[in-house]
């Protein structure tokens, strides 16, 4: 265990050493031909090894993860967490709760019993134990920048199963983009025409290959999302938060010759700050309210979620007196017996909604970062990058990465901004579906996807599926990386990104054909129902369940089910569109079609791979069941994720004081009757899509062309999507045109005519002032005064110039006139 | 005490002496060296070598040393010397200097082939004399460190053979510094008459007494022209007004390299010096002691008691107790030039243990007096003949009541010496500010009319020196207040002494550079450089600005330092005076960095060119330029090093 974070800072430091070293010696490396990925590939390569260990570390030192069904979770080896949550959080603790603590430190299963006591005596149905202690975690800082005496700033980690998974899936799906990409670029080894890019003299631009520039970048890429991911504490999740940004851009801009890709990555760079100053607001109002920025108790401090949701309260949201308040009594008294009461928190006090401000302004950096509505528009944009920075970073990792910081701050939210959450995911989610559908671009079609799957996971999450988002991001992660890295393939093979100019080419390419068929079953969420399927039956089942647990409970929210059920449809609907529109039917464009080739080996490999654990990842392996509790021990993403669940929110995120909502445990969705009922929806749902996709572009017995027609402003709507582009161009570009072109006017017409009226009477005081008090009379007085000094000066050389008679002569007299001066002036003045 | 056991006393203190000398024993060696060279192997060796070796050498001695002495300060060769953190900072400094300006007039070129010897040697030799002023502790040794630095300067400024204004320059320089010369050691004789001492240590604790006795005394009359004798020489070193006259010719005369010797380390030594002198004459060092004035006795001892190694056992000692000791000076008395002879009260005060040890009853002394070139006469050595029992029982029952005196009795005892140092504070602020502010303001004024750039950093450097003249006198009145807040000041002054040696001396080093490629001096000269030699012009404006104290240059923290320390002890005038001064610089400084950027270049005038990444040149400017940005940006490092250099001096 002592390893880990040593483990885990070496597989973030990795691709660091190799963006170094190919920022060093990249462009000495190109000349040399010696080819730069396999820096950057063996890098990443080694932190999977690493992340892969860490994981089996953990796994062995806490056990495969067991599985209640209305029991607590894991809560092996926590007499290991010097630094778990709830043994320094214990110090505030009054003495019967100290008591437990000792219990608890002592034997689980007395602790359980123990809790299991307090539930009965509390009356709420708090029948998880881990309602009761918090998740497992390693935290510890690697380093303190702050100086003593100031709030601590520091570079740290905060280590628990969600950390490790996410380091898993980053570190892998990178390494299978480093091997694709290492195929996918090689035509920026040697000196490269760019044929989008056309220069003033008609020729197309001609430039040394950039090679070793694309993978410093991607090493850059991983060191800074891997550090995202360890990241012990705000501040450090923002400063990696910024670096992946910046890796973004250059990637997007990456072919910086072309007007649009230079574009997009500003657009993306520009949006994303956004996004940014929402967050910076959270993070100044978390800061500010609690004076700490780690996540975890670090060194008996408490960090935030202990502050947050303080283990005296049974880990339930509490406003304390440090908050900043304004009015209303502090809730410190109350909360140490009343635990009943789920809300200790003072709703009256001004604290409660600088926890929604602190939340909503999390949550902002996170609509801008996972390009969320209404900021949405930056990232089909951002396909102007290379395929494979598509697949990493605008699909699998960075994008999810503002899902995965809304996993990590979970306990920060309140019900009212995990509402907002939920519709912000669910309106993205229809609305970059909707676009989807039209799209013919095969990048964009799968950017569109993204979104919207982002926006699923957004969803499940406001609606307190913490496991159903996070477990969606993970298997979202491999099957859209799966299907970028198709779609790549494919462009690589045609030379164009356009569905239209395709179609048959399941017989030329048909590696890259069926593994993306693979990945388009994956994201549709195909299956056999109760019995077996592909990753992303599981997680869109987790999350539909998550829905319809959730709308149960707040029957005015019934929207979103509809919309997290007809997303699944359209899901389904527009990726087999894509599939049927680029592999099957006739080719639509001979030329293209005669230059398709399948992708070499280095390319389809890591697809294959990808393709299998697209189908599994979502698998959990039974293992037995344990000897103590009897509880069934599974292997699975689940299992590992539940035993990262924020403290506290086991039982839902509790009820919204400002609307009227009510969080479910999320357990409860695992009810028989939801989760059949989930099944079959889900289930009913894709094939739906899929079938009208069969239909229309598979058998092609509805004409899409006709379809169009049919429903015209609506698909102009959609392929326009939605007219986001337009309407901010019009919201924001033209009013920001506009007065910048009016503040341009004002400063030449009225400033620039001060200034230079100015300029003119000063000039025109100044030549007059210049020839009465000037010339006249500051030049005879400075004449004058030069003209002594000038004087004197002479006078000083005459005595100089070689006689030395005076010269000596003027020591004696200097030191008698000083005598003179000083012993008066001296003596008179001390009094003497 | 016996005559063996005396010389016994003094091979063991020049052999504790000796270790503590390295640097300055580097130096010697590397003069002998160059000297021996030359006249068995010639040429083949190049004398530049030599000296950059040994100069090196001497370097890492020095930054050795540091941690040597660390904490402690002690008194060489029988108190001539005082080797404490400050000496060592200024040996640092010199050296450090000494190794650049060997790098420079290497590249320069300014001794030939057959002068390198000879120019090394004198520079050198200079060199010695400064590390031993900033090490003086004894008014003799001032003036043989002053002389051993000045004379080779003399030779060095006409080191130009053939050429009228250099040998004209060296020959003014040496007169004047003849004059200079025999004035301060007119002022020595003064002091040493009348306060009987010449350790600097033991004349503070003569003043004091004499002051406490009478403050009006007219004695005090005599020991001012003394003091005042004195910092004429100093005055001479430091080129101020008006013991100033010699610069400018020399300046322009003497080659630029010689031009920024001079400037640089002789200015830095003798501000070195005048901080010693001032605080010997106004500070009563912590572990003197002072014996109230009925007593009419001065017993005391210095902190350097480590010279109590001289102080041979006890036992040997056939008199412990001395009522009064009175101190004489050694020249006059006796002609035992610099023998020390050592007086011990108790054995227990043999050891190198310092500060418990030194101490003095309240009417029998047991004194452990040291001071170099004094001799203690022993008025009344009464129960000479002691059996060996009794003297045991004798110095046991001495010890005893020494330590019951404590050492907050001592403490207190020193600050009423301190107290009554009062007016002696005053009049040295009072002197060395007067002089600084006309100093500052001449050199100021005066350099604005000059065409010639050498002669303009003349005036430059007398500006300068009365910059650094403010600090000590803003510190010199303040130890009366608290010494941690004069230590504060003076440590203002080692900062800008540091800075100092950057901007100046890369200044020289540019002019010489410039020099050699178009043999011009004048400033219409420079007209153009930022076309043709971009990187040199932004080096030198650079400078320039950091000479005038602009931020965020060192030059400004320098400046800022200095000037807070005025405003710290009160000295508003002076601090107006500076502060105008520095408006008054800016002219004459931009007037150059005009002529390099805007001038346009006559008709056929040679421009130089002088790329800066080039040669060894170039990067010789460039990284003498980088610590003035990189100082004026971070000078906390520089600060506390000069704060730990200062730590020392007042305790």
Known sequence: ?832 | MGFHEQIDALIDDTQRSLALFGPELALCGTIILLLLCRLVIGDRLSSTLVAFAGTVVGLVAALFSWSQVAGTSQEAFTGMLVIDSFTIYFRIFLLAFAVLFVVFTWRSGIPDREDAADFYTLALGSLLGMCLMVAANHLLMVFMAFEMASVPSYVLAGILKGRRKSSEAALKFAVYGAGAAGIMLYGISLIAGVTGTVHLPSIGASLANTMAADPSSSVLWVLGLGGLMVMVGLAFKLSAVPFHFWAPDVFEGAAAEVGGFLSVASKAAAIALLVRVAIGFGFVQEASAWVDAEDQSVVQTTNGVDQTSIASASGETTSQIFIAARIQDGNSASGQNSQDVQTTGADHQQGTDQQDTDQQSGDQQGTDQQGADQQTELTQPDESQLSPEQQAAEAERLAEEARALGIAQRREAQEVANESLGPVRTYISYLVGFLAAITCTFGNMAAYGQSNIKRLLAYSTIAHAGYMMFAVAGAIPSIGTSTTLAQDHISALAVYVAVYLFMNFTAFAIIAFLRNQTGSEEISSYAGLIRTSPGLAVCFSLLLMSLIGLPPLAGFAAKLLVFSALADSGLWVLLIVGALNTVISLFYYLRVIKAMCLDVPEEGQQVAVFPIWKNIDGWFIFLLTLPVVVLGLFWGPLREWALAACSQLLS
């Open chain 1, 1 to 832: 265990m002592d390893y880990l974070p040593t483990i885990l800072g070496a597989a973030v430091l990795l691709p660091l050493i190799s963006f170094v070293v190919i920022v060093l010696f990249g462009a000495a490396m190109r000349k040399a031909h010696v080819p730069t990925h396999y820096i950057a590939t063996g890098a990443i390569l080694g932190s999977f090894v690493l992340s892969f260990t860490a994981m089996c570390i953990w796994l062995s030192t806490h056990g495969i993860p067991e599985v209640h069904e209305h029991d607590a979770h894991g809560h092996g080896g926590h007499e290991e967490h010097a630094a778990g949550s709830h043994s320094a959080g214990a110090d505030h603790l009054g003495e019967s709760l100290a008591e437990g603590k000792l219990v608890e430190k002592g034997q689980d299963s007395q602790f359980i019993a123990l809790t299991d006591d307090d539930h009965k005596e509390g009356g709420v149905g708090k029948d998880h134990a881990s309602a009761a202690h918090g998740p497992d975690y390693v935290a510890d800082d690697w380093y303190t920048i702050s100086p003593p005496g100031i709030p601590k700033m520091s570079i740290g980690y905060h280590i628990d199963t969600l950390t490790i998974v996410m380091f898993v899936m980053v570190t892998f799906i990178a390494s299978c983009i480093h091997f694709y990409a290492g195929g996918y670029m090689h035509e920026e080894l040697h000196d490269v025409t760019d044929h989008e890019v056309t220069l003033s003299d008609g020729k197309h631009l001609r430039r040394p290959g950039r090679f070793h520039r694309f993978f410093q970048y991607l090493s850059l890429f991983c060191f800074s999302m891997l550090g995202l991911v360890i990241a012990g504490n705000v501040l450090m999740v923002f400063v990696f938060w910024e670096l992946v940004g910046v890796c973004s851009y250059f990637l997007i801009g990456f072919y910086i010759e072309r007007k649009s890709a230079s574009t997009a990555a500003n657009k993306a760079f520009i949006m994303n700050r956004v996004g940014d100053f929402g967050m910076l607001i959270g993070l100044a109002a978390l800061w500010a309210s609690f004076g700490t920025f780690s996540f975890g108790d670090v060194d008996g401090q408490p960090g935030l979620f202990s502050l947050i949701r303080p283990a005296e309260n049974q880990h339930q949201m509490t406003t304390k007196d440090g908050l900043v308040q304004v009015g209303g009594a502090s809730t410190e008294g109350e909360s140490g017996d009343d635990t009943t009461d789920a809300n200790a928190s003072n709703p009256a006090s001004f604290s409660y909604g600088l926890l929604i401000v602190a939340g909503l302004g999390i949550f902002c950096g996170c609509v801008g970062k996972s390009a969320q509505f209404p900021l949405q528009t930056w990232l089909p944009d951002a396909m102007e990058g290379p395929t494979p920075v598509s697949a990493l970073v605008h699909s699998a990792t960075m994008v999810a990465a503002g899902v995965y910081l809304v996993g990590r701050f979970y306990p920060v939210f309140t019900p009212e901004v995990l509402l907002i959450i939920a519709y912000v995911g669910g309106i993205t989610l229809f609305m970059a579906a909707t676009i989807a559908i039209v799209a013919t671009d095969i990048k964009r079609v799968l950017a569109f996807s993204t979104v919207s799957q982002l926006g699923y996971m957004m969803l499940a999450l406001g609606m307190g599926g913490w496991i159903a988002g996070l477990f969606h991001l993970i298997t979202h992660a491999f099957f859209k990386s799966l299907l970028f890295m198709c779609s790549g393939s494919v462009i690589h093979a045609c030379h164009t990104n356009e569905m239209p100019q395709m179609g048959g080419l399941r017989k030329k390419m048909p590696w890259t054909a069926y593994t993306m068929l693979v990945g388009c079953l994956a994201i549709a969420g195909a299956g056999i129902p109760f019995l077996i399927g592909f990753s992303g039956y599981y997680s869109k089942d987790a999350i539909i369940a998550q829905a319809i647990s959730f709308t149960d409970a707040n029957p005015s929210h019934k929207i979103l089910f509809f919309v997290a059920a007809g997303g699944a449809a359209i899901t389904a609907f527009y990726m087999f569109r894509l599939w049927f529109l680029t592999f099957s039917g006739k080719p639509r464009d001979q030329h293209v079609y005669d230059h398709a080739h399948e992708s070499p080996k280095v390319m389809y490999v890591p697809l294959v791979v990808l393709a299998v654990l697209a189908v599994a990842v979502g698998w959990s392996i039974p293992w037995g069941t344990d000897a103590d509790s009897g509880n069934h021990k599974e292997l699975g993403v689940t299992a590992l994720l539940e035993t990262a669940r924020p403290a506290g929110t086991a039982d839902g995120a509790g009820t919204g004081v400002n609307f009227d909502v009510t969080y479910p445990a999320e357990a409860a969705s695992h009810a028989e009757e939801i989760h059949v009922m989930a099944t079959l929806v889900a289930f009913g749902t894709a094939m739906a899509g899929f079938l009208l996709a069969f239909v229309m572009y598979g058998l092609q017995r509805i004409s899409a062309e006709d379809a169009a027609k049919q429903f015209a402003p609506v698909y102009g709507f959609f392929r326009n999507k939605w007219y986001f582009d337009e309407l901010y161009h019009i919201l924001f570009f033209k009013p920001t045109h506009f007065v910048s072109k009016l503040v341009a006017k004002f400063d030449r017409r009225a400033i620039d005519w001060v200034v230079n009226g100015t300029a003119k009477v000063a000039r025109k005081v100044s030549d007059t002032g210049d020839a009465i008090i000037d010339k006249g009379l500051v030049d005879g007085l400075v004449n004058l005064t030069a003209g002594w000094i000038y004087s004197v000066a002479n006078w000083f050389r005459n005595v100089q110039t070689g006689k030395l008679r005076q010269y000596v002569l003027f020591i004696v007299l200097g030191t008698v006139v000083l005598f003179v001066l000083i012993e008066y002036s001296s003596f008179l003045n001390a009094g003497h």
